[in-house]
């Protein structure tokens, strides 16, 4: 009797180890969790990709506060920059007014910005950019009007937006001395065209070579 005890013991307990290791090893194979800022952007894309223009509409009145906000809000890691998450939503939502499709975007602001313009000229050889972006990289807060309004000139002039999960990486290291971003951001805006054209190939290779999931 003990010895049939014993063996079923003994079994059960090779039992509960291998699903304790099954388990491990489902764990090891899940992909790593999106950090918070591409959450965000997947959670915004999604929005387009399934016509959600409620929801797009909502992000558009950022004074009302509405749900649309505060969801954008609760993908920040720390309360601190729950502002920044919800800004930069709303920003997507005014560069996506009436798209039919999510512009993942590419580069910094400050290189995103080298596309505003006209056949005439772009980036530094636009007046208009020039000035916009000193305006940008001038300021010691973040400028989110004369970032509305550089979101809205790439949306005119039917060019790419910037990144914009870097886009929340780089507002929320805004002041930060280590970081440089507003120095980044300007570089980038003038970078000569042969360093920009080689920058933006490799950015183009990475994105093709990596896999496309748009599930959050």
Same mark, same amino acid.
């Given at each position: 009797?003990?010895? +049939? +005890?014993?063996?079923? =013991?003994? /079994?059960?307990?090779?039992?509960? #180890?291998? %699903?304790?290791?099954?388990?491990? &090893?489902?764990?090891? =194979?899940?992909?790593?969790? %999106? ?13 387009? %990709? ?17 749900? !649309? ?23 997507? =939502? ?13 580069? &910094?602001?400050?290189? !995103?910005?080298?596309?505003?313009? @006209? ?14 972006? !000193?305006?940008?990289? @001038?300021?010691?807060?973040i400028p989110w009007r004369h970032l509305q309004h550089a979101v ?10 910037? !990144?914009? @999960? ?16 507003r120095y980044r951001w300007a570089v980038d805006f003038h970078r000569?065209?042969? /360093? +920009?054209? &080689? =920058?933006? @190939?490799?950015?183009? #290779? ?5 896999? &496309?999931?748009?599930? +959050?």
């Amino acid at each position: 009797m003990s010895n +049939t +005890t014993d063996t079923e =013991a003994s /079994a059960e307990s090779g039992s509960v #180890a291998g %699903h304790e290791q099954d388990a491990e &090893t489902t764990q090891a =194979a899940l992909p790593p969790e %999106h950090p918070p800022a591409e959450q965000l952007a997947r959670w915004l894309a999604g929005l387009v %990709h399934n016509r959600d223009n409620g929801t797009l509409a909502e992000l558009r009145r950022p004074r009302a506060k509405e749900d !649309a906000h505060i969801r954008a809000g609760w993908y920040a890691p720390v309360k601190e920059q729950r502002e920044i998450y919800e800004r930069v939503a709303f920003l997507f =939502a005014v560069y996506h007014q009436g798209a039919d499709r999510p512009q993942g975007g590419y580069d &910094t602001l400050g290189a !995103a910005m080298r596309r505003i313009g @006209s056949r005439i000229g772009r980036g530094p050889k636009d007046a208009g950019a020039c000035r916009l972006n !000193a305006r940008i990289v @001038s300021s010691r807060s973040i400028p989110w009007r004369h970032l509305q309004h550089a979101v809205a000139r790439l949306r005119s002039c039917e060019q790419a937006p910037p !990144a914009w @999960s870097l886009l929340v990486e780089d507002l929320i290291r805004w002041t930060d001395r280590e970081a440089k971003v507003r120095y980044r951001w300007a570089v980038d805006f003038h970078r000569p065209w042969r /360093a +920009t054209k &080689t =920058a933006t @190939s490799r950015t183009a #290779a990475r994105k093709t070579s990596a896999p &496309t999931d748009q599930n +959050t």
